[in-house]
């Protein structure tokens, strides 16, 4: 119900935007958030969305590079990442929960998941 979309190789300091489409229209009154994953670690927060786009959250390593927003009349979250580093070569996924929470957990409808790679 939630495909992720967007990411690929791209050189250090370069930008990428990920989207995640959801299949109906029932997810434009969630919030959505967007995590990433490396081999052998936990899920990691990397930012959230109210339903209404009115307030936005994101983990530390992150903020002033990458930027939430969602268009609800397309029913599609997207992810600006900018200023990309080696350390954000992971696979994220993005995900929809009643309310905007910060714990994986919390999340019960999950994307198949994109590969961003940053090249040094």
């Known amino acids: 119900q939630l495909q992720a979309s967007g990411g690929g190789l791209v050189q250090a300091g370069g930008s990428l935007r990920l989207s995640c489409a959801a299949s109906d229209r029932t997810f434009s009154t969630y919030a959505m958030g967007w995590f990433r994953q490396a081999p052998g670690k936990e899920r990691e927060f990397v930012a959230a969305i109210s339903w209404s786009g009115g307030s936005t959250s994101y983990t530390d390593s992150i903020k002033g590079r990458f930027t939430i927003s969602r268009d609800n009349a397309k029913n599609t979250v997207y992810l600006q990442m900018n200023s990309l580093k080696p350390e954000d070569t992971v696979v994220y996924y993005c995900?929809?929960?009643?309310?905007?929470?910060?714990?994986?957990?919390?999340?019960?409808?999950w994307g198949q998941g994109t590969q961003v790679t940053v090249s040094s």
């Open positions: 995900a929809a929960t009643p309310y905007m929470s910060y714990g994986a957990d919390e999340y019960g409808y």
